[in-house]
């Protein structure tokens, strides 16, 4: 009998086992839905935003209906959505698997897992058991949850030396409230005294129109922006009942003197790029105001700096060049040739008066035009810079007579030297022997005529006709015709000779496309070797030696005479630079060279 003892113990203890076993899997089974069922109810009511509704699904409705209606409100949300799980129940408890959807503002999205607890009773059989953590397992009992939006620090514009030129700034919007400045007396009297004000800044301001259109609308209605300085400035005389002034965020120059023209339409294109996507976090908050934990944080993310291929350095030894005087327009235009960078677009005062000519303006290229008609000779084999050509004082083709300056003659001579001293009948001549469309064709190979589409920048490079009339074709050989082009075409045009004799293509914000529209032509490889002798040539004798002490310098003079004057022009290269400058009615081309000769002064050492 003793020995049976231990035998029976350890089958009373399997048995126990067993039958704990057996209890645990019906705890765990989901054969009783009430507490599932309660739960889903409680999670549908709340999902529609009926807080009450949810509320009395609980066994706490008053701390219920403020809990749940403080998370919705906390997170601004615009819709949650919950889904029920695996269930544990332990006699008249119950654990429910709880998986919430938040939608909130700008069509986020926050999903976690939580646990809701559901109770039974003999009354109101299952019900939730309202605890915080029903909302979210880290909420605590005095706890609220809150969204917080984190902007991420706008993109600035840098130049290609590394330098920022536009940044995150505030300006300061004026606006007006027609129905505040009638309160406090008159429309027409707040609006008379604000032109007033802002007139000098913005002289398009219309007091009947915007009396129409302000008291038409609801809210205020947009007058304009200020920066911060006009706006301290005029902070008191702008004290006027109805206006009304906010501060908003958007690029601003850091050097309102940097390039403005160019920089005005570069913030046309990218401002709507710099904002980078907006971050936002949920956190609980304690009673005291205090954040005690992150739920969820999707970090803000920057937008990537914009990059111009304008050079600080290059911008500013053109801009410091063409503000020498006051006294003429003055536009320089400067490219890298081997990128198509566009460098700089320099103008003075009395240029910008006129709008952006640097890049716009058309004008007669006068002599460095002659680049073109060489190129185009070379191309067809007329000529080479030895082939000897005459060069009197003037030349008769057709009805037409053509006159050097004062009428020098330098007889017969190279070709090389004919450009070089500029002599206008040589290259009359040779136009007057050329086809049609063959000053056309050779134009449109450097650069004029073609139309770029270029993100940030309005240009014109020029234009050249297919010309049958045989006087037409020998003025335009000479740049006094119907040929035009803007200080951007004539510095394209340097850009190719330099280019090894392609074009090209020109840009302004970095990693967005240039498109070009019109004729594409090329010039045979030959042409650009023969024409550069012949620029450097203008340099070391010709009629641009005050340059010469710049290096090696390439380059064409020209003076395009106009009834009343002349313009002064000169174009070139000087290694991976080109450029053209352009002086309105500034006579001898020496003017244009002078301009020039600042410039490379003015660039640090290594340009």
């Not at 050097?255 to 401002?271: D, I, R, T, W, Y």
């Not at 070379?378 to 060069?391: K, L, S, Y």
């Not at 037409?472 to 803007?486: H, M, P, V, Y």
């Amino acid at each position: 009998m003793e020995q049976r003892r231990p035998r029976l113990a350890a089958l009373a203890a399997v048995l126990i086992s067993a039958a704990l076993t057996l209890g645990l899997v019906t705890a765990c089974s989901e054969t009783d839905n009430g507490p599932r069922d309660a739960v889903d109810a409680f999670l549908t009511a709340f999902g529609t935003g009926d807080f009450d509704a949810a509320a009395a699904l609980t066994d706490n409705p008053s701390a219920a209906g403020a809990g749940l209606r403080s998370a919705w409100d906390g997170l601004a949300a615009t819709g949650v959505s919950g889904r029920s799980g695996r269930t544990t129940i332990d006699q008249d408890t119950a654990e429910v698997a709880v998986t919430y959807r938040w939608d909130l503002p700008r069509s986020r999205n926050w999903e976690y897992g939580a646990t809701v607890k559901a109770i039974r009773s003999d009354a109101d059989g299952w019900r939730v058991r309202w605890s915080s953590t029903d909302i979210n397992p880290k909420l605590g009992a005095d706890q609220r949850l809150s969204l917080r939006i984190t902007e991420p620090p706008r993109a600035q514009v840098n130049e290609s030396d590394g330098s920022a030129v536009m940044v995150d700034g505030t300006v300061i919007g004026i606006a007006f409230d027609a129905e505040a400045a009638a309160a406090a007396g008159s429309v027409i009297d707040s609006l008379n005294r604000l032109v007033t004000v802002l007139g000098p800044i913005q002289p398009d301001l219309d007091v009947q129109r915007i009396a129409e259109e302000s008291t038409a609308s609801d809210g205020t209605y947009p007058i304009t922006r200020l920066s911060e300085a006009e706006f301290d400035r005029l902070r008191d005389q702008l004290a006027i009942p109805g206006v009304v002034h906010n501060e908003q965020v958007e690029l601003v120059t850091k050097n309102p003197n940097f390039a403005p023209a160019l920089l005005s339409g570069v913030k046309q294109v990218v401002e709507s790029e710099v904002d980078g996507r907006v971050g936002w976090k949920v956190v609980t908050v304690n009673p005291n105001g205090l954040d005690a934990d992150v739920l969820v944080d999707n970090a803000a993310e920057p937008a990537p700096a914009i990059t111009l291929s304008l050079s600080r350095s290059v911008q500013n030894a053109a801009q410091r060049a063409v503000n020498a005087t006051n006294a003429f327009q003055i536009a320089m235009v400067v490219i890298q040739p081997s990128t198509g960078k566009i460098l700089a677009v320099a103008q003075n005062p009395a240029a910008d008066r006129q709008g952006p000519i640097a890049t716009t303006g058309l004008y007669p290229p006068g002599s460095t035009f002659k680049m073109v008609t060489s190129a185009a000779a070379f191309n067809r084999d007329m000529a080479t810079p030895d082939t000897i050509v005459g060069c009197p004082g003037e030349i008769t083709i057709g009805p037409r007579t053509i006159p050097n300056y004062d009428n020098f003659s330098l007889g017969a001579v190279t070709l090389q030297r004919a450009f070089a001293q500029s002599c206008n009948t040589t290259f009359a001549k040779l136009a007057s022997e050329m086809g049609p469309s063959d000053l056309a064709h050779a134009a449109t190979a450097m650069g004029l005529g073609q139309t770029y589409d270029i993100p940030g920048l309005t240009t014109a490079t020029g234009s050249v006709p297919i010309e049958s009339d045989l006087v037409a074709r020998t003025e335009d050989g000479f740049g006094q015709g119907k040929d035009l082009a803007s200080p951007f075409g004539m510095a394209l045009v340097a850009a190719t000779v330099a280019n090894n004799g392609k074009l090209p293509v020109p840009q302004l914000i970095l990693g967005r496309e240039t498109k070009i529209e019109g004729p594409t032509t090329t010039l045979e490889p030959n042409v650009v070797g023969e024409l550069r002798p012949m620029m450097r040539e203008v340099v070391t004798t010709g009629t641009a030696t005050r340059i010469a002490g710049q290096g090696e310098v390439y380059g064409k003079t020209g003076e395009a005479e106009f009834d009343g004057g002349s313009h002064a022009w000169f174009a070139g290269y000087r290694g991976d630079l080109a450029f053209a400058t352009l002086v309105v009615r500034g006579g001898s081309s020496d003017n244009a060279v002078g301009v020039t000769n600042d410039f490379l002064n003015f660039l640090p050492a290594g340009f």
